[in-house]
């Protein structure tokens, strides 16, 4: 096949499913045209059978803003000509959906088609959709898809109850590579951020309110008064200023380290003891679903999809939205119990392996592609 997929290249989920996806296509033969207003950073280096189609941004002193969803329905329209594609599978919503139901409909009008496939990853639907003035844009672009797929059951249920969708919608769960994420001893890392053989917690975001980001820091305070433990925070946006400022406050700044970006979790997962996921909406978590994979227990919020993918008291424990005392209560029990902990990774890494492995997820978007073009 040969199949366009649009994104936001950024540190996402949407964009790391999405790039992740189109790269295990291209690894299976297929042709993956990237169309994006940046190169997705996953991107990293060359892939055969990956092509990538920068949407261009005019700048004109009548436009006061830039109009991204009619220049991503133009490059859209050129690649779907010109490289004959069979299918467009857009992520998120807004306006990807939108931008790619109006470059179907001008394919009509030359006797031309081409299907749409969109899968929703979560504020999409549960954030930016309910705003009024989206709501009805982000319905009928759900409607006039040829296909749907969400992240995750919980998802799905939003999406049908938010918007009194009568659609069919697939689940397909989002995937790891447990090749590349797996229980590995970074020794030198490890040593680095923990050179007095402290516990290691990490989260991994975009540092937006929705994920709670400064409850990873009251966690590890209250830790801090029973176990000698460093908290690493990856991942940059709008709350790291006020997670610097109650560092600050608290006094952590030895005990916790802002690594920013980047691009080596695998290594960084892999050197750390627990993972916290405090968020207030989390459509499937997959930040958690990657340190799972390389045995590390998730400790996380009631909230979405989570519960999909983490199973209480077996490879994690999951606690009400803000219930910080109860989170830190929950990591010292596993933190000061080596044969529970144990048992916790274990099943950590074979929940991800058996159940959420990219070679299990990837055929379902391939036979679900197939099913869309021969519907």
Sequence with gaps: MKIGITCY?????????????????????????????AMPHRLNHFFDNIYYHEVEMSNYPLFEHSLYGLSLTSKMLEVIEYEKLDLIHVHYAIPHAVSGYMAKQVLKKKNSDIKIITTLHGTDITLVGLEPSFLPLVKFSIEESDGVTTVSRFLKEKTITNYYIDKEIEVIHNFVDSELFKPSANQAFKEKVAPNGEKVLVHVSNFRPVKRVPDTIRILHRVLDEIPTKLLLVGDGPDRSECE???????????????GKQDG????????DLFLMPSQSESFGLSA?????CGVPVISSSVGGLPELIVHNQTGYIAEIGDVNRMAKYTVDLLTNDKKYKAFSENSRKRSV????????IPKYIDYYEKVLNS
């Design 9 to 37: 290249p950024t540190y996402g989920g949407s964009g790391v499913v999405a790039t992740e996806l189109g790269k295990e296509l291209a690894m299976a033969g297929h042709e993956v045209h990237f169309i994006s207003y």
């Design 245 to 259: 400022r109650l560092v600050r406050e608290l006094k952590l700044e030895k005990n916790v380290y802002f690594l």
């Design 265 to 272: 979790l695998s290594e960084i997962l892999s050197s750390s």
């Design 289 to 293: 679903l990657e340190a799972m994979s």
């Design 354 to 361: 058996n159940n959420f492995e990219k070679k299990l997820i």
